[in-house]
Protein backbone atom coordinates (compact mmCIF):
# COMPACT_ATOMS: atom_id res chain seq x y z
CA UNK A 1 0.00 0.00 0.00
CA UNK A 2 1.50 3.51 -1.19
CA UNK A 3 1.55 6.57 1.01
CA UNK A 4 -1.56 8.17 -0.90
CA UNK A 5 -3.51 4.56 -0.90
CA UNK A 6 -2.77 4.51 3.29
CA UNK A 7 -4.11 7.87 3.23
CA UNK A 8 -7.11 7.64 1.28
CA UNK A 9 -8.27 5.32 3.75
CA UNK A 10 -7.29 6.85 6.99
CA UNK A 11 -9.54 9.66 5.81
CA UNK A 12 -12.36 7.08 5.03
CA UNK A 13 -12.29 5.49 8.00
CA UNK A 14 -11.82 8.90 10.32
CA UNK A 15 -15.05 10.20 8.89
CA UNK A 16 -17.06 7.50 9.79
CA UNK A 17 -20.37 8.53 12.04
CA UNK A 18 -18.67 5.96 14.79
CA UNK A 19 -15.22 7.22 14.54
CA UNK A 20 -16.27 11.01 14.06
CA UNK A 21 -18.09 11.34 17.49
CA UNK A 22 -15.16 10.36 19.46
CA UNK A 23 -12.59 12.52 17.58
CA UNK A 24 -15.18 15.61 17.96
CA UNK A 25 -15.28 14.61 21.82
CA UNK A 26 -11.98 14.56 21.90
CA UNK A 27 -10.91 17.84 20.80
CA UNK A 28 -13.92 19.67 22.21
CA UNK A 29 -13.20 18.37 25.56
CA UNK A 30 -9.03 18.96 25.28
CA UNK A 31 -10.21 22.33 24.45
CA UNK A 32 -11.52 23.22 27.35
CA UNK A 33 -9.52 21.05 30.07
CA UNK A 34 -6.60 23.27 28.24
CA UNK A 35 -8.05 26.92 28.95
CA UNK A 36 -8.37 25.57 32.98
CA UNK A 37 -4.76 26.32 34.32
CA UNK A 38 -3.29 23.34 36.01
CA UNK A 39 -5.70 20.55 34.53
CA UNK A 40 -4.07 19.70 31.33
CA UNK A 41 -4.06 16.54 29.49
CA UNK A 42 -2.66 14.02 31.41
CA UNK A 43 -5.66 14.35 33.96
CA UNK A 44 -7.92 14.30 31.24
CA UNK A 45 -6.59 11.41 29.30
CA UNK A 46 -6.47 9.19 32.77
CA UNK A 47 -10.15 9.65 33.48
CA UNK A 48 -11.01 9.08 30.11
CA UNK A 49 -8.71 5.48 29.48
CA UNK A 50 -11.56 3.34 31.13
CA UNK A 51 -13.78 4.84 28.85
CA UNK A 52 -12.02 3.06 26.30
CA UNK A 53 -12.79 -0.71 27.58
CA UNK A 54 -16.15 0.08 25.77
CA UNK A 55 -15.13 1.36 22.30
CA UNK A 56 -12.55 0.06 19.50
CA UNK A 57 -9.16 0.93 20.14
CA UNK A 58 -9.28 2.82 17.15
CA UNK A 59 -11.82 5.13 18.00
CA UNK A 60 -10.18 5.31 21.48
CA UNK A 61 -6.74 6.11 20.17
CA UNK A 62 -8.37 8.82 17.89
CA UNK A 63 -10.40 10.46 20.93
CA UNK A 64 -7.09 10.16 23.47
CA UNK A 65 -5.16 11.70 20.63
CA UNK A 66 -7.95 14.15 20.12
CA UNK A 67 -7.53 15.61 24.07
CA UNK A 68 -3.96 15.63 23.79
CA UNK A 69 -3.71 18.19 20.99
CA UNK A 70 -6.63 19.74 21.52
CA UNK A 71 -5.19 20.93 25.28
CA UNK A 72 -2.05 22.38 23.19
CA UNK A 73 -4.49 24.87 21.81
CA UNK A 74 -6.56 25.68 25.40
CA UNK A 75 -3.72 26.10 26.96
CA UNK A 76 -2.72 29.22 25.06
CA UNK A 77 -5.62 31.05 26.03
CA UNK A 78 -5.02 31.21 29.64
CA UNK A 79 -1.53 32.22 29.24
CA UNK A 80 -2.30 34.90 27.03
CA UNK A 81 -5.14 36.19 28.83
CA UNK A 82 -4.31 36.03 32.24
CA UNK A 83 -0.63 34.49 32.12
CA UNK A 84 -2.05 31.23 33.85
CA UNK A 85 0.10 29.15 31.82
CA UNK A 86 -0.23 24.91 32.86
CA UNK A 87 2.55 23.67 30.83
CA UNK A 88 5.86 24.90 29.91
CA UNK A 89 4.98 25.00 26.40
CA UNK A 90 2.36 27.42 27.15
CA UNK A 91 4.62 29.64 29.35
CA UNK A 92 6.74 30.50 26.52
CA UNK A 93 3.48 31.62 24.76
CA UNK A 94 2.77 33.99 27.88
CA UNK A 95 5.91 35.37 26.89
CA UNK A 96 4.41 37.88 24.29
CA UNK A 97 0.60 36.95 24.56
CA UNK A 98 0.28 38.33 27.45
CA UNK A 99 2.18 41.79 26.53
CA UNK A 100 0.01 42.12 23.83
CA UNK A 101 -3.43 41.32 25.48
CA UNK A 102 -2.27 44.06 28.13
CA UNK A 103 -2.02 46.66 24.80
CA UNK A 104 -5.70 45.69 24.03
CA UNK A 105 -5.01 43.05 21.08
CA UNK A 106 -5.68 40.63 22.94
CA UNK A 107 -8.09 38.81 19.98
CA UNK A 108 -4.65 39.62 17.88
CA UNK A 109 -2.62 37.15 20.17
CA UNK A 110 -5.12 34.37 20.20
CA UNK A 111 -6.15 34.79 16.38
CA UNK A 112 -2.20 34.52 15.78
CA UNK A 113 -1.59 31.09 18.59
CA UNK A 114 -4.53 29.48 16.80
CA UNK A 115 -3.77 30.00 13.19
CA UNK A 116 -0.03 29.12 14.20
CA UNK A 117 -1.04 25.90 16.39
CA UNK A 118 -3.63 24.68 13.34
CA UNK A 119 -0.55 25.28 10.81
CA UNK A 120 2.02 24.00 12.84
CA UNK A 121 -0.15 20.71 13.05
CA UNK A 122 -0.17 20.52 9.35
CA UNK A 123 3.61 20.37 9.33
CA UNK A 124 3.46 17.87 11.81
CA UNK A 125 1.01 16.20 9.98
CA UNK A 126 3.00 16.37 6.79
CA UNK A 127 5.98 15.43 8.25
CA UNK A 128 4.41 12.37 9.84
CA UNK A 129 3.02 11.24 6.62
CA UNK A 130 6.09 11.72 4.41
CA UNK A 131 9.39 11.13 6.84
CA UNK A 132 7.61 8.99 10.02
CA UNK A 133 10.15 5.56 8.77
CA UNK A 134 13.17 8.14 8.60
CA UNK A 135 11.75 9.72 12.09
CA UNK A 136 11.61 6.26 13.48
CA UNK A 137 14.89 5.39 12.28
CA UNK A 138 16.35 8.85 13.58
CA UNK A 139 15.30 8.11 16.64
CA UNK A 140 16.57 4.69 17.36
CA UNK A 141 20.19 6.15 15.90
CA UNK A 142 20.24 8.45 19.66
CA UNK A 143 21.95 6.94 22.87
CA UNK A 144 21.56 8.36 26.15
CA UNK A 145 24.78 10.24 25.79
CA UNK A 146 23.23 11.92 22.33
CA UNK A 147 20.15 12.86 24.24
CA UNK A 148 22.40 14.43 26.86
CA UNK A 149 24.73 16.42 24.51
CA UNK A 150 21.09 17.69 22.82
CA UNK A 151 19.62 18.73 25.68
CA UNK A 152 22.46 20.65 26.90
CA UNK A 153 22.67 22.39 24.02
CA UNK A 154 18.82 23.11 23.95
CA UNK A 155 19.78 24.95 27.72
CA UNK A 156 22.61 26.60 26.73
CA UNK A 157 21.08 28.28 23.52
CA UNK A 158 18.45 29.10 25.25
CA UNK A 159 20.27 31.07 27.31
CA UNK A 160 22.40 32.68 25.14
CA UNK A 161 20.71 32.96 21.67
CA UNK A 162 18.56 36.32 21.63
CA UNK A 163 19.49 37.13 25.09
CA UNK A 164 20.46 40.78 26.73
CA UNK A 165 22.13 38.68 29.83
CA UNK A 166 23.60 35.82 29.37
CA UNK A 167 24.72 35.48 32.90
CA UNK A 168 21.41 35.97 34.07
CA UNK A 169 20.39 33.37 31.76
CA UNK A 170 23.03 30.80 32.64
CA UNK A 171 21.89 31.71 36.21
CA UNK A 172 18.27 31.12 35.73
CA UNK A 173 18.90 27.93 34.15
CA UNK A 174 21.20 26.30 37.11
CA UNK A 175 18.60 27.45 39.58
CA UNK A 176 15.83 25.41 37.97
CA UNK A 177 18.58 22.50 37.41
CA UNK A 178 19.00 22.68 40.83
CA UNK A 179 15.26 22.32 41.74
CA UNK A 180 14.97 19.38 39.55
CA UNK A 181 16.93 17.61 42.00
CA UNK A 182 14.73 17.91 44.11
CA UNK A 183 13.24 14.80 45.35
CA UNK A 184 13.83 11.06 45.06
CA UNK A 185 17.06 9.70 43.20
CA UNK A 186 16.09 7.14 40.80
CA UNK A 187 18.80 5.16 40.94
CA UNK A 188 19.90 5.07 44.20
CA UNK A 189 16.52 6.26 46.22
CA UNK A 190 18.42 8.91 48.28
CA UNK A 191 16.76 11.87 49.51
CA UNK A 192 17.83 15.30 48.02
CA UNK A 193 16.81 18.57 49.14
CA UNK A 194 13.52 17.23 50.94
CA UNK A 195 14.29 18.51 54.22
CA UNK A 196 12.34 16.06 55.86
CA UNK A 197 8.73 16.93 53.92
CA UNK A 198 7.29 13.68 52.64
CA UNK A 199 5.42 15.52 50.33
CA UNK A 200 8.70 16.30 48.09
CA UNK A 201 9.85 12.80 48.12
CA UNK A 202 8.29 13.54 44.17
CA UNK A 203 10.47 16.73 43.22
CA UNK A 204 8.65 20.10 43.13
CA UNK A 205 5.27 19.88 41.12
CA UNK A 206 5.53 21.15 37.98
CA UNK A 207 2.49 23.28 37.81
CA UNK A 208 2.86 24.69 41.16
CA UNK A 209 6.07 25.96 39.63
CA UNK A 210 4.91 27.17 36.80
CA UNK A 211 1.79 28.93 37.98
CA UNK A 212 3.70 30.49 40.48
CA UNK A 213 6.71 32.29 38.21
CA UNK A 214 3.87 33.27 35.88
CA UNK A 215 0.54 33.23 37.29
CA UNK A 216 0.89 34.39 41.05
CA UNK A 217 3.92 36.55 40.28
CA UNK A 218 1.95 38.76 37.73
CA UNK A 219 -0.92 39.04 40.47
CA UNK A 220 1.30 40.25 42.68
CA UNK A 221 2.79 42.89 40.14
CA UNK A 222 -0.51 44.04 39.69
CA UNK A 223 -2.20 44.17 42.88
CA UNK A 224 0.10 47.35 42.89
CA UNK A 225 -2.41 48.79 40.51
CA UNK A 226 -6.06 47.75 41.64
CA UNK A 227 -7.92 50.53 39.71
CA UNK A 228 -6.79 48.90 36.84
CA UNK A 229 -9.26 47.89 34.25
CA UNK A 230 -9.14 45.55 31.19
CA UNK A 231 -10.45 45.98 27.60
CA UNK A 232 -13.64 48.15 27.70
CA UNK A 233 -14.35 47.98 24.15
CA UNK A 234 -15.82 44.99 22.44
CA UNK A 235 -13.66 43.28 19.76
CA UNK A 236 -15.15 43.19 16.49
CA UNK A 237 -13.87 40.69 13.70
CA UNK A 238 -11.67 43.43 12.58
CA UNK A 239 -10.08 43.41 15.80
CA UNK A 240 -8.85 39.69 16.05
CA UNK A 241 -7.19 39.96 12.70
CA UNK A 242 -3.48 41.00 12.98
CA UNK A 243 -1.96 44.42 10.62
CA UNK A 244 -0.42 43.93 7.33
CA UNK A 245 2.48 44.02 8.84
CA UNK A 246 2.32 41.25 11.39
CA UNK A 247 0.65 39.04 8.87
CA UNK A 248 3.85 39.55 6.97
CA UNK A 249 6.33 38.30 9.80
CA UNK A 250 4.30 34.84 10.70
CA UNK A 251 4.85 32.41 7.59
CA UNK A 252 8.89 32.56 8.96
CA UNK A 253 8.20 31.58 12.16
CA UNK A 254 5.44 29.17 11.98
CA UNK A 255 7.89 27.32 9.56
CA UNK A 256 10.71 27.11 11.30
CA UNK A 257 8.29 26.44 14.48
CA UNK A 258 7.11 23.62 12.80
CA UNK A 259 9.95 22.39 11.52
CA UNK A 260 11.93 21.68 14.95
CA UNK A 261 8.54 20.72 16.54
CA UNK A 262 8.04 17.95 13.96
CA UNK A 263 11.64 16.71 14.55
CA UNK A 264 12.02 17.24 18.44
CA UNK A 265 8.77 15.40 19.06
CA UNK A 266 9.44 12.40 17.39
CA UNK A 267 12.47 12.25 19.61
CA UNK A 268 11.39 10.05 22.66
CA UNK A 269 12.22 12.26 26.14
CA UNK A 270 11.77 15.87 24.71
CA UNK A 271 8.39 16.50 22.83
CA UNK A 272 6.81 19.87 22.68
CA UNK A 273 8.77 21.79 25.90
CA UNK A 274 11.95 21.70 24.35
CA UNK A 275 10.69 22.54 20.63
CA UNK A 276 9.00 25.62 22.04
CA UNK A 277 11.53 26.86 24.05
CA UNK A 278 14.53 26.41 20.80
CA UNK A 279 11.70 28.02 18.55
CA UNK A 280 11.46 31.10 20.72
CA UNK A 281 15.06 31.33 20.99
CA UNK A 282 15.56 31.23 17.11
CA UNK A 283 13.07 33.40 16.46
CA UNK A 284 14.82 36.14 18.73
CA UNK A 285 18.36 34.83 17.08
CA UNK A 286 17.37 35.70 13.16
CA UNK A 287 15.31 39.07 14.37
CA UNK A 288 16.12 41.53 12.95
CA UNK A 289 14.74 43.23 16.53
CA UNK A 290 15.10 41.08 18.99
CA UNK A 291 14.31 43.64 21.75
CA UNK A 292 10.44 43.17 20.70
CA UNK A 293 10.48 39.95 22.20
CA UNK A 294 8.92 39.84 25.53
CA UNK A 295 6.75 43.11 24.39
CA UNK A 296 4.09 41.74 22.42
CA UNK A 297 6.33 40.49 19.35
CA UNK A 298 3.94 37.99 17.09
CA UNK A 299 6.73 35.79 16.20
CA UNK A 300 6.78 34.87 20.07
CA UNK A 301 3.57 33.68 20.08
CA UNK A 302 3.09 31.97 16.35
CA UNK A 303 7.00 30.20 17.27
CA UNK A 304 6.35 28.49 19.84
CA UNK A 305 2.62 27.63 19.37
CA UNK A 306 3.48 26.17 15.53
CA UNK A 307 6.59 24.04 17.51
CA UNK A 308 4.42 22.23 20.10
CA UNK A 309 1.17 21.06 17.93
CA UNK A 310 3.35 20.12 15.62
CA UNK A 311 5.82 17.91 18.51
CA UNK A 312 2.11 17.04 19.34
CA UNK A 313 1.74 15.38 16.34
CA UNK A 314 5.06 13.52 15.59
CA UNK A 315 5.29 12.23 19.07
CA UNK A 316 3.60 9.80 17.63
CA UNK A 317 6.39 8.43 15.55
CA UNK A 318 7.96 6.55 17.85
CA UNK A 319 5.13 5.55 19.95
CA UNK A 320 3.48 4.16 17.22
CA UNK A 321 6.32 2.42 15.12
CA UNK A 322 9.22 1.94 17.83
CA UNK A 323 6.50 0.96 20.81
CA UNK A 324 8.50 3.88 22.79
CA UNK A 325 6.47 6.35 24.24
CA UNK A 326 8.42 10.39 24.21
CA UNK A 327 6.40 11.62 27.50
CA UNK A 328 3.69 10.35 30.68
CA UNK A 329 1.25 11.41 28.00
CA UNK A 330 2.34 9.32 25.23
CA UNK A 331 2.58 6.26 27.80
CA UNK A 332 -0.71 6.80 28.44
CA UNK A 333 -1.44 6.04 24.78
CA UNK A 334 0.91 3.34 24.73
CA UNK A 335 -1.26 1.81 27.91
CA UNK A 336 -4.52 2.33 25.80
CA UNK A 337 -3.13 0.23 23.44
CA UNK A 338 -2.21 -2.29 25.14
CA UNK A 339 -5.62 -2.81 27.15
CA UNK A 340 -6.99 -3.50 23.71
CA UNK A 341 -4.49 -5.96 22.65
CA UNK A 342 -2.85 -4.09 20.07
CA UNK A 343 1.33 -4.01 20.12
CA UNK A 344 2.77 -1.07 18.44
CA UNK A 345 6.32 -1.81 16.83
CA UNK A 346 7.90 -1.63 13.31
CA UNK A 347 5.36 -3.74 12.00
CA UNK A 348 1.92 -2.22 13.18
CA UNK A 349 2.10 -0.49 9.98
CA UNK A 350 1.98 -3.42 8.38
CA UNK A 351 -0.68 -4.90 10.75
CA UNK A 352 -3.35 -2.43 11.77
CA UNK A 353 -3.21 0.19 8.74
CA UNK A 354 -6.12 1.43 9.59
CA UNK A 355 -5.62 2.52 12.94
CA UNK A 356 -2.10 4.38 11.86
CA UNK A 357 -3.67 6.15 8.78
CA UNK A 358 -7.01 6.70 10.38
CA UNK A 359 -5.03 8.35 13.28
CA UNK A 360 -3.01 10.56 10.77
CA UNK A 361 -6.23 11.40 9.03
CA UNK A 362 -7.88 12.09 12.24
CA UNK A 363 -5.28 14.81 13.03
CA UNK A 364 -6.34 17.15 9.74
CA UNK A 365 -10.24 16.53 11.03
CA UNK A 366 -9.33 17.09 14.45
CA UNK A 367 -7.39 20.20 14.60
CA UNK A 368 -9.76 21.89 11.04
CA UNK A 369 -12.49 21.16 13.57
CA UNK A 370 -10.31 22.84 16.50
CA UNK A 371 -9.64 25.99 14.00
CA UNK A 372 -13.48 26.19 13.40
CA UNK A 373 -14.58 25.29 17.14
CA UNK A 374 -11.52 27.86 18.82
CA UNK A 375 -12.15 31.14 16.16
CA UNK A 376 -15.76 31.84 17.21
CA UNK A 377 -14.67 31.49 20.90
CA UNK A 378 -11.91 34.24 20.57
CA UNK A 379 -14.02 37.11 21.30
CA UNK A 380 -15.76 35.08 24.18
CA UNK A 381 -12.55 34.71 25.89
CA UNK A 382 -11.39 38.37 25.36
CA UNK A 383 -14.98 39.93 27.06
CA UNK A 384 -13.21 37.99 30.21
CA UNK A 385 -10.61 41.21 29.94
CA UNK A 386 -13.34 43.53 30.44
CA UNK A 387 -14.71 42.46 33.49
CA UNK A 388 -12.66 44.50 36.13
CA UNK A 389 -9.68 43.30 37.47
CA UNK A 390 -10.02 43.27 41.33
CA UNK A 391 -13.00 41.40 40.72
CA UNK A 392 -11.10 39.21 38.02
CA UNK A 393 -8.12 38.29 41.00
CA UNK A 394 -10.06 36.15 42.95
CA UNK A 395 -11.72 33.72 40.43
CA UNK A 396 -8.06 33.65 39.14
CA UNK A 397 -6.97 32.64 42.44
CA UNK A 398 -9.86 29.86 42.96
CA UNK A 399 -9.08 28.41 39.79
CA UNK A 400 -5.08 28.66 40.41
CA UNK A 401 -5.96 26.53 43.39
CA UNK A 402 -7.96 24.49 42.29
CA UNK A 403 -5.70 23.10 39.62
CA UNK A 404 -2.53 23.48 41.60
CA UNK A 405 -4.72 20.98 44.20
CA UNK A 406 -6.29 18.49 41.85
CA UNK A 407 -2.45 17.10 40.29
CA UNK A 408 -1.41 15.84 43.36
CA UNK A 409 -4.27 16.70 46.21
CA UNK A 410 -2.05 18.09 48.48
CA UNK A 411 -2.05 21.15 50.09
CA UNK A 412 0.88 21.79 50.58
CA UNK A 413 1.21 22.45 46.67
CA UNK A 414 -0.86 25.46 47.44
CA UNK A 415 1.61 26.60 49.61
CA UNK A 416 4.59 26.33 47.39
CA UNK A 417 3.06 28.10 44.64
CA UNK A 418 2.25 31.14 46.70
CA UNK A 419 6.07 30.88 47.76
CA UNK A 420 7.44 30.35 44.33
CA UNK A 421 5.05 33.16 43.17
CA UNK A 422 6.26 35.49 45.70
CA UNK A 423 10.27 34.37 44.57
CA UNK A 424 9.17 35.17 41.42
CA UNK A 425 7.73 38.63 41.22
CA UNK A 426 11.35 38.96 43.07
CA UNK A 427 13.21 37.82 40.34
CA UNK A 428 11.17 39.83 37.74
CA UNK A 429 12.06 42.80 39.42
CA UNK A 430 15.29 42.35 38.80
CA UNK A 431 15.21 41.51 35.14
CA UNK A 432 15.50 37.71 35.41
CA UNK A 433 13.64 35.26 32.95
CA UNK A 434 11.50 32.70 34.60
CA UNK A 435 11.25 30.88 31.47
CA UNK A 436 14.69 29.59 31.66
CA UNK A 437 14.39 28.33 34.62
CA UNK A 438 11.07 26.35 34.05
CA UNK A 439 12.99 24.92 31.28
CA UNK A 440 15.99 24.24 33.35
CA UNK A 441 13.45 22.36 36.17
CA UNK A 442 11.92 20.26 32.99
CA UNK A 443 15.32 19.16 31.13
CA UNK A 444 17.32 19.05 34.37
CA UNK A 445 16.14 15.11 35.24
CA UNK A 446 16.61 14.10 31.68
CA UNK A 447 19.80 15.47 31.22
CA UNK A 448 20.55 13.63 34.11
CA UNK A 449 19.09 10.12 33.43
CA UNK A 450 20.82 10.10 30.31
CA UNK A 451 24.23 11.91 31.73
CA UNK A 452 24.46 8.39 33.96
CA UNK A 453 22.80 6.27 31.49
CA UNK A 454 25.86 7.23 29.22
CA UNK A 455 28.46 6.98 31.84
CA UNK A 456 27.52 3.34 32.69
CA UNK A 457 27.43 2.37 29.62
CA UNK A 458 31.09 3.56 28.46
CA UNK A 459 32.20 2.57 32.08
CA UNK A 460 33.05 6.24 33.56
CA UNK A 461 34.63 7.17 30.28
CA UNK A 462 33.26 10.72 29.21
CA UNK A 463 34.77 10.66 26.09
CA UNK A 464 31.88 8.67 25.31
CA UNK A 465 30.21 12.83 24.26
CA UNK A 466 33.38 13.11 22.03
CA UNK A 467 33.45 9.74 20.27
CA UNK A 468 29.82 9.38 18.98
CA UNK A 469 29.09 11.25 15.81
CA UNK A 470 26.01 13.13 17.40
CA UNK A 471 26.90 13.45 20.30
CA UNK A 472 30.18 15.32 19.28
CA UNK A 473 27.81 17.52 17.10
CA UNK A 474 25.45 18.88 20.21
CA UNK A 475 28.71 19.54 21.93
CA UNK A 476 30.74 21.22 19.77
CA UNK A 477 27.62 23.47 18.70
CA UNK A 478 26.99 24.18 22.52
CA UNK A 479 30.66 25.39 22.60
CA UNK A 480 30.10 27.19 19.85
CA UNK A 481 27.28 28.75 21.02
CA UNK A 482 29.34 29.67 24.71
CA UNK A 483 31.98 31.26 22.49
CA UNK A 484 29.57 33.38 20.82
CA UNK A 485 28.08 34.14 23.81
CA UNK A 486 31.72 35.35 25.71
CA UNK A 487 32.75 37.20 22.13
CA UNK A 488 29.27 39.12 22.26
CA UNK A 489 29.63 40.10 25.78
CA UNK A 490 33.26 41.46 25.50
CA UNK A 491 31.95 43.65 22.55
CA UNK A 492 29.84 45.25 24.59
CA UNK A 493 31.72 45.52 27.45
CA UNK A 494 34.66 47.48 24.97
CA UNK A 495 31.90 49.53 23.51
CA UNK A 496 30.90 50.60 26.74
CA UNK A 497 34.54 51.24 27.66
CA UNK A 498 35.58 53.62 23.88
CA UNK A 499 32.20 55.04 24.31
Not at 328 to 346: D, F, S, T, Y
Request: aromatic share 8%.
Amino acid sequence: MTTWEGLLQGIGFALQPGVLVYCVLGVVLGTFVGVLPGIGAMAAISLLLPITYYITPEAALIMLAGVYYGAQYGGSVASILMRLPGTPQSAVTSLDGYPLAREGRAGVALFTAMASSFAGSLIGIAVLVTLAGWLARAATAFGAADYAAMMILGLVAASTIGSSSPVKGFAMVVLGLLLGCVGTDVNSGVQRFTFGRTELLDGINLVALAMGLFGVAELIANVRDPDRQGVTARIGLRGLMPRRDDLRRLPGPILRGGALGSFFGALPGTGSTLSSFLAYALERRVSRRPERFGKGAVEGISAPEAANNAASISAFVPTLTLGIPGDPIMALMLGALVIHGVQPGPLMLEARPEMFWGLVASFGIGNLLLLILNLPLIGIWVSMLRIPFRWLYPAILVFLCLGVYSVRGLTFDIAAVAAIGLAGYLLALARFSPALLLLGFVLGPLIETNLRRAMLIARGDPMVFLERPIAAGFMLATVGLLALALWQAWRRRAAAWTG
